[in-house]
């Protein structure tokens, strides 16, 4: 008896260090791939997640977090993640909506303060949904840094915050939408947009991150690079880290809310991403908690406009990979571009975040997506 015991034990003990074999093989034919990616596009650093059957089963960061003291980046480190950070937003209008402080039809003027009507359009009404979806014929022409920009009794040229088309009628991606939808969130739940994402979102995730760079740990910040490329050369962008302290001591709730960068001001590492975007594939449900319920998970995933496959501050695509369904967003701004797609129904996805690249385009994806996502598919989940 005790030498069948013995052969189950070393039978057990070959096929661990079997399936440890094949898993180191499986990284380092994914990393060299990966690695080769990175010299395609001259990146200077990348974080990677990969979830598959539900679990996160893969993590790594490659490259540097500082070009200036060639400081290696680690999965701990944190990245302003850029328009990625609007589904947080949503995420949150979608808390309001179940606790029945608004609905999504509402009236967007109404819930904002003051008037938010298309004057092409003005009896045509701008509802929430709308300006989720990037369907509200508002722009970015102005800018979309604060609210004075499309507030009729604060500035004169409001009107070229709005397209020609009429509410519901046409698609332009916009990020004054979220900076207002932002506002919402602070004059709905009585919190300050930061506070409200880290009690509501973050801290039952169990994420370190949030919108306040103040309130977290800057010796965490990974450092973000434009490329130029007539020089090739990098140059840095603290914008991205802003702290904003005096902005934030005469910050009125409810108005001064783009501060923050309810649109694309998120700080959270590529692992803790990955976990917010389990919540997402698990329609709502992370951490052994509902976050959103179902449905709403649901419509958020839901393609409202057909060409761009735009749904709730998340879209579709089956080009990224090409012919496997994903829903998610990608962001861009400082140099950095940061990548969260999944699937659902298989309970894989991906997060990829770099600090700095030669970034070239083919249709609405960056190379570097295109290419850094199709070789983690190909390693870990086909």
Request: proline fraction near 4%; aromatic fraction near 12%.
């Amino acid at each position: 008896m005790n030498y069948l015991n013995s052969f189950k034990s070393l039978t057990f003990l070959i096929l661990v260090l079997l399936n440890s074999s094949i898993v180191k093989a499986q990284y380092e034919a994914a990393e060299a791939d990966l690695n080769k990616v990175m010299n395609q596009f001259s990146a200077v650093g990348v974080s990677v997640a990969v979830v598959k059957e539900g679990k996160i089963v893969y993590t790594h960061s490659f490259g540097l977090k500082n070009l200036e003291n060639q400081t290696p980046l680690t999965d701990s480190d944190i990245f302003r993640i850029a328009s990625i950070s609007k589904s947080f937003s949503a995420t949150s209008i979608m808390q309001l909506v179940e606790s029945g402080k608004l609905s999504l039809d509402d009236d967007f003027g109404d819930l904002v303060g003051f008037k938010i009507r298309n004057p092409k359009f003005p009896d045509q009404k701008i509802t929430l949904k709308m300006a989720l979806s990037h369907t509200s014929s508002l722009n970015d022409s102005q800018g979309y840094l604060n609210l004075d920009l499309i507030n009729p009794a604060k500035n004169p040229d409001y009107a070229k915050c709005y397209n020609d088309y009429a509410p519901g009628k046409g698609y332009q991606y916009c990020n004054l939408n979220f900076n207002l939808i932002g506002t919402i969130i602070e004059k709905k739940s009585g919190e300050r947009f930061d506070r409200y994402l880290e009690q509501h979102i973050l801290k039952p995730l169990g994420l370190y991150g949030g919108y306040h760079v103040d309130a977290l740990d800057s010796t965490r910040f990974v450092k973000l690079y434009e490329y130029h490329a007539d020089t090739k050369t990098f140059t840095p962008s603290p914008a991205a880290y802003a702290p904003r302290r005096e902005e934030i001591k005469n910050y009125v709730m409810g108005y001064s809310t783009p501060i923050f960068s309810p649109t694309g001001g998120m700080k959270i590492s590529a692992t803790d991403l990955a976990k917010y975007m389990m919540m997402h594939m698990n329609y709502g449900t992370g951490n052994g908690l509902k976050i959103i319920s179902k449905k709403h998970a649901k419509l958020m995933q839901t393609k409202i406009t057909e060409e761009e496959e735009y749904g709730l501050a998340l879209r579709q695509s089956a080009t990224l990979v090409p012919g496997v369904k994903l829903v998610g967003h990608t962001g861009s701004a400082y140099g950095l571009y940061s990548t969260m797609f999944f699937n659902p129904k298989e309970k894989f996805g991906f997060i990829i975040i770099t600090n700095g690249i030669n970034a070239t385009y083919t249709g609405d994806f960056p190379d570097f997506t295109r290419a850094a996502i199709n070789t983690l598919y190909q390693h870990f989940i086909r």
